[in-house]
């Protein structure tokens, strides 16, 4: 199960102690009572695994480690060690006490999300001319805390959309190291699935059917997915006995869910087209002239289809 959305608690370290305590040694009497280490960070890090919002499916506390507290002879606490946390790409950070939002946009990308405390100082740095023998300390301040609720929104280039089992999974293993379950039924894909081709990340988004927007089937949760999605690739599969009538299906969900989604450049693909005959497949095209004049027949069973669209994805990545 793909974990997308999710409220956590985070607590950055706290400050160690600040220690009062004077020097051992007779022959420097003095103030010797070391700082406390600082609280360990909490850092968000970008990483291409999708599932990386897993971890928390059951754990919803983590915490840095506390700076650990000054002692005698001068003796300053460690510092906790930050907690670098893996996010996946295209995680959005809602942070609901502050209510600011970051995101994690690139793989290597670090946000510090919850600053540690500082560690409180030792009597050693409150000595001063007038009081040699300060008995003064700090405690640590503490680390910051935040309920955050991560929200993941892939960042795919291309998004594949269709009614279910027209061949988008298909598709998307056959163009790219995708190894997506493929069967002939419907709903076979139950979660955003990714590849990568050269440059591009394409996303083959399930689950769109007539009344998903109103949550049907597995509803638009996955829309999400493609509302940062520059170009669409439309599915219509060439079994189908009225394409104009599953293409609107789709295009309605899209609206329902976002009108700005019809604004993106979109492909229309007619796919299965080994299935049926060189006719037939004219026909089906002619009845998709009022959508477009541009209408792309793909099988994978037919190489030069399959080179057809590599080409047209290399053209999209060129303008990138
Ligand atoms: N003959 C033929 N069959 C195809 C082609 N592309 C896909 N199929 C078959 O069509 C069925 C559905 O393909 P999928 O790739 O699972 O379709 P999908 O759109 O991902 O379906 P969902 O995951 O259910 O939304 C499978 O049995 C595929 O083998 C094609 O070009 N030609
Ligand atoms: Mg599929």
Known sequence: MLIDDVKIEITAGHGGKGCASFNKNLMSLGPAGGSGGHGGNIIFQGVSDLNALGQFRYKKQIS??????????????????????KIPVGT?????????????????????????????????????????????????????YFNLRLELKLIADVGFVGLPNVGKSSLLNEITNASAKVA?????????????????????????IEGASTGKGLGIKFLKHVERTKIFFHFLSVESEDLVKDYDIIRKELQAYNPILLEKPEYIFI?????????????????????????????????????????????IEKEK
């Open 271 to 315: 796919s299965k087209t080994d299935m049926v005959s060189p006719a037939e497949l004219e026909k089906k095209i002619k009845s998709l002239k009022k959508l477009s004049s541009h209408i792309i027949p793909i099988s994978i069973h037919d190489w030069d289809s399959l080179q057809k669209v590599k080409d047209l994805l290399n053209e």
């Open 64 to 85: 840095a480690p506390n700076g650990r507290d000054g002692k005698g002879q001068f003796c300053d606490g460690p510092d906790g060690k930050d907690l670098l946390v």
């Open 184 to 208: 002939n039924y419907q709903f076979t894909t139950l979660e955003p699935n990714l590849g990568v081709h050269y440059g591009l990340i394409l996303a083959d988004i399930p689950g769109l």
């Open 92 to 144: 959005v950070i809602h942070n609901l006490d502050t209510e600011k939002d970051s995101e994690i946009t690139k793989v290597g990308q670090e946000i510090v999300i919850a600053k540690g405390g500082q560690g409180g100082r030792g009597n050693f740095h409150f000595r001063s001319a007038k009081n040699t023998s300060p008995t003064e300390f700090e405690e640590g301040k503490a680390g910051e």
